[in-house]
Structures are given as C-alpha cells and as structure tokens.
C-alpha cells in the first residue's frame, strides 16, 4: 500500500523533531500561518510559541522518544496515535520516567502542516506541574473528498453510535452497531473486557453516575475500514455509580478512538483518554504502566 503524501509529511515531522530533536527543522514542516490547537502549546503564540514548546520538552526531557502507534490517513488529514517516553529533568530532585499517550490530527496544506488539534493524557503531566494551556473548542465533524460507499457507511455507523448509544443511551441498540464479540484494545486503565455485554454494563456505570452523559464527534477521519475520531464528553457526576460518591462536578472528558468496522459494526476499537477529566471530577485514576 503506498504512503500518502500528508502521511509522509507527518512520519517526516516525526523523525526529524520527535525522535530527531530538531526543533529547528519546524519551520521545514509547519505552514508559516500554521494554527495550533495542542492544549500544551500557548494559544495564539503561532510557530514561535510551537518552538518555545519543544525548546521547553527538549530541556525537561533530553533523551524524549516518540511511537508512533495506530494511524489514519484521509486525504490532507492524518490522525495518528503516539506514545511518548522518557526522563523527566533527569538528575534532580524531580527526577521521574513517564509515559504519556497523546492522538494528534494534522491537517496538510500545499506540502506543509496548516493545522494540529491534540487529545492528550494530563493525568500524566499534571504530576509533573503541566496544565493545559489552551482548550480550543474542536469544529464539528466533516467528510471532504471522494469516499466508498462503504467508507460512507462506516462513518454513519460511528456517529450513530455515539447519537444513539452515547449520548440517547439505548444501550439496546449497542448490538446494531458492535459485533458480539468485539475487541477493545486498552493499555492505559484496567480493560474493559472484550464483547458487547461488557460494554452494556460499563455504561451502564457511567449513566448511572452521568444520568445526563453526552459525547459530541469533533473530528472525523475515515478510510477503509477505519473510522477515527475526537470527541467530548460532558455530564454531571451526580448519581452513584461502582462504590464511588457523586460530587455534583461537571465532566469534560476528551477523547479520541479508532474502530474498524466489518459489514457495518465495530469489529476492534482503539482508544486515547484525556483522564485529567475523571480526576477533575473526583475519580481517582490508575497511572498507566509501563509496558
């Protein structure tokens, strides 16, 4: 399968700044009117403040390596999972290796990235004094170009799951759109166990804590088989859900997922949790582990 251009661009992105550490090479990379929406960067600041940023990282994390992980490309846009590791100011006091997982969507214009949206894990930074700089509102979710009919069909099931599922809360119809047996891949908190009847009962749980749960698709990439996307979780902890009190807090939960899909349901899904949210609520979160 060849590679798309805009998928060359971003794995070029990767291996010259990520892992390469060559903050100078941005500029090679990024639109001279390049917006950015990664919530790590400083609003507004433009590619100045995208140096800044990873001048910033370099220093707190000399020996920084990036993996790439799932990925989808959909025209100009990519949407790609990555799995930042490394040592956190390595030989002081504050000495600490981490793992953060972070899904990234770039959009390519005229050979150069023009825009960069991010979902990422500050349950991971947060302990190491970083807070999100900026909490763009994401646009909504669109398809652009030429897709198969059942490319089109694949991005309906998505939406209609998390329409009707989701944010209706008809679990009954949970088996329209996923097969029985589903595979839910998760390395970041306990699985969630494979197949339909677990995941019944693990919204269950949430809609018993957020009787008024919702999540809104931001972002839209498909391909194939493949359907990925960001989206918004919102709801207020106020009801009583696994032993655990409600708050009355508000969620904002941001996440991103990859499903692929065989005759019109979700065979195996893929995901990336901002759970900073659950904390901000009052749910103490399991770190990830190290694998």
């Not at 000399?62 to 100011?89: H, K, N, Q, S, Y």
């Not at 972070?102 to 807070?131: C, K, M, N």
């Amino acid at each position: 399968m060849s590679i798309s251009s805009c998928e060359l661009i971003v794995r070029r992105l990767l291996a010259e700044v990520h892992n390469g550490h060559r903050p100078d090479r941005l500029r090679t990379h990024y639109a001279p009117e390049h917006r950015e929406y990664d919530p790590r960067v400083t609003p507004g600041s433009g590619l100045a403040g995208l140096e800044a940023f990873w001048r910033e990282l370099l220093g707190d994390v000399p020996d920084l390596w990036v993996e790439p992980g799932v990925a989808l490309a959909d025209g100009d846009r990519m949407m790609i999972f990555l799995v930042w590791r490394g040592t956190f100011r390595p030989g002081t006091v504050a000495e600490h290796e981490f793992e953060l997982h972070t899904s990234e969507l770039f959009q390519v214009v005229d050979g150069r990235i023009a825009e960069h949206w991010a979902v990422v894990d500050y349950s991971i930074l947060r302990p190491l004094g970083f807070l999100p700089r900026q909490r763009t509102e994401l646009r909504r979710p669109d398809l652009v170009g030429a897709y198969t009919a059942t490319e089109l069909a694949n991005a309906g099931a998505v939406l209609g799951s998390y329409r009707e599922v989701l944010t209706e809360h008809r679990l009954d119809r949970a088996e329209f759109y996923y097969e029985r047996d589903y595979v839910h891949h998760n390395g970041q908190m306990p699985a969630v166990p494979n197949g339909v009847e677990a995941f019944r009962a693990y919204f269950a749980g949430n809609f018993a804590a957020y009787p008024d749960l919702s999540a809104r698709v931001d972002h839209l990439v498909v391909a194939g088989d493949r359907v990925m996307v960001f989206a918004t979780w919102r709801g207020r902890f106020t009801g009583e859900s696994r032993g655990r009190k409600p708050t009355g807090r508000e969620l904002i939960l941001r996440t991103s997922d990859l499903f692929r899909l065989v005759d019109g349901k979700v065979a195996e899904h893929w995901e990336v949790v901002d759970y900073s949210g659950l904390e901000d609520v009052g749910v103490p979160i399991r770190q990830p582990v190290a694998r």
